[in-house]
């Protein structure tokens, strides 16, 4: 720990802390990831939703729960007059539980993920506690919650008050700035992997494929069977493999499209939910990394696959399309749909994916995890 630092406890806010089967956790993985992290430099305590209340010591870091009615959290829907019983139900189990934390501890820096209801706790506690609170932005806060007129009023509320606002993304660090009228700034969110298998692109002209996340509209499986069904016999012979692993609220549709695939003969294999080691076996298996999402900032299994080395074809949303012309880390294609995903297979189909590496080199260096963290701390003590 650096004595002389300004912020020497952080208290780590969020409702994307792993609570359940490995791998199910979406943005919880870099999350945990974020806070090992911070715990070399500083102390730490999360505040965190959960399936049950709780109350626990991890090595340095003290993790509190508080039970919610849904996991995830997004399953509440403020829209819905049936979910605000169990919305306002949350509010105040998670207020609670971070006053806890204040309580135990005295913290000099509350640290919000996401904007809402995260930032809303930190900003309430700061005004009652006088601790200064910074909020890391996410897609769903900005693009989702923010087009509601009441919440957007208390979201830009929340963002105004905070000593530092960051978001994951570079269009996404625009919109933030624009509801809230005040600086927003770039912090990727990165995973901390290992690597324990070397990566090896195939010499047989024939390539693995793989996609890994949730089975939802937003992430775009569906657009990958559609543009895979659309691929010739030709084509498919410079397939070696397709590997689709996940699951989520379209787990029936996208079975029915993988079984019609393997009813034509093709090879392909569906999975669940990986860990972190499994998900990195995955990516280091592949040639390419399949991102076909329609809405999307900068995932984080973009920088697991540089991270890997693996290049991607992806579609051209929110920032991949910069990326992608920044770093030459893989193909994008021209639309977020079937057809145009299809084309961007075919183009992956005749290049060596070896012809991204220097690309990918170049994307890593951008996603260090213990340079962000250094970048967040920098900032709270240039602030307190």
């Not at 992290?37 to 870091?61: D, N, P």
């Not at 949350?90 to 913290?107: D, M, Q, S």
């Not at 690597?195 to 990958?224: C, E, M």
């Not at 084309?343 to 590496?357: D, H, M, R, T, Y």
Request: aromatic residues 10%.
């Amino acid at each position: 720990m650096d004595k002389d630092r300004k912020v020497d406890h952080v208290v780590v806010i969020t409702t994307s802390y792993p609570d359940g089967p490995p791998g199910s956790e979406a943005a919880g993985s870099f999350v945990e990831d974020f806070v090992l992290e911070l715990s070399k430099r500083v102390k730490v305590s999360v505040v965190a939703a959960g399936k049950t209340s709780s109350r626990v010591q991890m090595g340095a870091i003290t993790i509190y729960r508080f039970a919610i009615p849904k996991i995830p959290l997004s399953l509440l829907d403020p829209k819905y007059p049936g979910d605000w019983g169990s919305i306002l139900f949350t509010l105040y189990r998670g207020y609670k539980t971070l006053e806890l934390a204040i309580g135990e501890h005295r913290p000099t820096h509350l640290f919000a993920l996401w904007a809402l209801p995260s930032g809303y706790w930190a900003r309430v506690a700061s005004w009652k506690y006088g601790v200064p609170y910074s909020i890391w932005a996410l897609g769903s806060d900005i693009w989702g919650l923010g087009k509601i007129p009441l919440i957007r009023s208390v979201l830009r509320q929340v963002l105004i008050n905070a000593a530092n606002c960051y978001a994951d993304g570079y269009e996404l660090k625009d919109d933030v700035q624009k509801i809230s009228d005040r600086r927003c700034d770039f912090l990727p969110s990165t995973r901390s992997i290992e690597i324990n298998v070397q990566k090896r692109v195939s010499t047989s002209g024939a390539y693995n494929l793989a996609f890994l996340g949730r089975w939802h509209p937003n992430k775009g499986p569906d657009i990958l069977l559609d543009a895979l069904a659309l691929l010739t016999e030709s084509d498919w012979t410079r397939i070696n493999e397709v590997r689709c692993f996940g699951g989520g609220p379209m787990d029936g549709e996208i079975r029915k499209k993988v079984d019609s695939l393997k009813r034509m003969g093709k090879p392909i294999t569906l999975g669940g939910f990986l860990n972190k080691a499994q998900a990195v076996d995955l990516i280091a298996w592949s040639d390419y990394l399949m991102v076909p999402s329609r809405i999307e900032s900068i995932p984080v299994i973009f920088s697991d696959a540089v991270k890997v080395g693996t290049p991607m074809i992806a579609t051209p949303v929110g920032d991949l399309k910069s990326l992608f012309n920044r770093y030459d880390c893989g193909v994008v294609a021209s639309e977020a749909n079937a057809v145009a995903y299809c084309e961007a297979i075919k183009s992956g189909l005749f290049k060596n994916p070896s012809v991204f590496k220097s690309g990918l080199e170049e994307a890593r260096e951008d996603f260090n995890l213990s340079e962000i963290v250094d970048t967040f701390l920098y900032n709270c003590d240039a602030g307190a």
